[in-house]
C-alpha cells in the first residue's frame, strides 16, 4: 500500500515537472475519499533553498536525503541534466530502490536514476528531446523516445511535462485503484488516464470526443458502447467511410495510437472497473469487454496493471468477499 512518498528535488527544479508531483501526491484530499500520505520534499541539504527553472524563484526543501528512508515511493522530478550527481543523493536513491522502493521519474528525473544504476536491463523513456543523450550515458538501458511513460514494475519512467501527469496518476491507480485515481484527475481537471504506449508528440491535440463531433469523435464515443463485440481495422474505416489505410493514419493522429492498442487500453479499463464494483465471474467480465475468454484478460490486464484481475479484484474490489478466479 502507497503511503509515504518522498520527492528528491536538486539544484535547478523545473516547477512545472515538481507542481505535478505535488498535485497528485501532496495536496490533502481526504474530504474527497482519498487516502492521506506523508508527502516528503528532500534536497541535499534540508533547509537550504535551491535555484528553480524560473528565474528569482528557489524552492527549500524540508527534508535531506534521509528523507526518503522508508518511503513506499521515491520520485526523481526533473532538473538540469549533468554529468555528475551529488554522491549522497545518488546513494540514497540506490538504498531506497533496494529496500523496495518504488522510483518514478519524470522528464529528466530518468538520469538520476541511471546514475543509480537503475536503469541497466531495463526499458525506460524520457522526454524525446533527450532520448538520445539518455542512450548514450546509459548504454545498458533501452529508451523509448515515443512513449508516455514506461512501467517496470518498481521503476517508472515518463517523458517530459504532461507525461509526467499520466505517469502519476498510472501509479495512484496501480497503487490505489481508479477510484482514488479518478478523483484525483477530476480535481485536476486533467483526463484520468491515458495509455503510456501513447505516442509524446501526435500530429494533433487528443480529441475530447465527448464534446466533439468532429474528426473521429462519434466513432470513438460508439467503440466505448460497443467494447464487447469484435472490431477490426477494415470495419472500423468502414463504419468511418475511409480506406483503412486512411483510416489507420488519421486514428494515430487524433489519439496518438493504433486502434487495436486504444481498445486494448479501453476494455482494460471497463474491466478494472468491473472488478472494482461488481462481483461478476471473469469470464463474464471478460466477454463483457471484448476479450471473448477469462485467459485473454488475464494476459492484457497483467500486462497493463502488473497484476492479476483476481489479485486487483482483492485489493480493490468493493463488494465484501467479491469471488471469482483466475
Known sequence: MLSRVAVVVLDRVAMFEFGTVCEVFG??????????????????????????????????????????????????????????YPPEVV?????????????????????LAGAAGLLDGRRCTTHWM????????????????????VDEGKLVTSAGTAAGIDACLHLV????????????????????????????????PVLDHASDGSGLAA???????????PHSVDSLASRAAMSPRTFARRFAAETGT???????????L????????????????????????????RHH?????GVAPADYRRRFGAAAGAVGTV
Open 27 to 84: 495536496l490533502d484530499r481526504t474530504d474527497a475519499g482519498v487516502p492521506a500520505l506523508d508527502f516528503r520534499v528532500c534536497g541535499p541539504e534540508p533547509g537550504v533553498p535551491l535555484r528553480t527553472n524560473v528565474p528569482g524563484v528557489t524552492l527549500t526543501p524540508g527534508h535531506g536525503v534521509d528523507g526518503l528512508t522508508g518511503a513506499d515511493l521515491v520520485i526523481l522530478t526533473a532538473t538540469t541534466i549533468r554529468a555528475h
Open 91 to 111: 546513494d540514497a536513491v540506490r538504498a531506497a530502490a533496494a529496500s523496495g522502493a518504488t522510483v518514478l521519474t519524470v522528464c529528466s528525473g530518468t538520469f
Open 130 to 149: 533527450h532520448a538520445d543523450e539518455l542512450a548514450r550515458a546509459f548504454p545498458e538501458t533501452t529508451v523509448d523516445p515515443d512513449v508516455l511513460f
Open 173 to 204: 491507480r496501480r497503487e490505489l485503484g481508479s477510484d482514488v485515481a479518478n478523483t484525483v484527475a477530476r480535481r485536476m481537471v486533467t483526463p484520468p488516464q491515458r495509455d503510456g504506449g501513447q505516442r509524446q508528440y501526435i500530429e494533433r
Open 219 to 229: 466513432l470513438l464515443d460508439w467503440l466505448g458502447e460497443h467494447l464487447d463485440s
Open 258 to 268: 493504433t486502434p487495436g492498442k486504444w481498445l486494448a487500453t479501453q476494455r482494460v
Open 270 to 297: 471497463r474491466a478494472q472497473e468491473l472488478l472494482e464494483r461488481t462481483d461478476l465471474p471473469v469470464e463474464e467480465i471478460a466477454h463483457r469487454c471484448g476479450f471473448g475468454s477469462a485467459a485473454l484478460l
Open 301 to 305: 490486464f497483467q500486462r497493463a496493471r
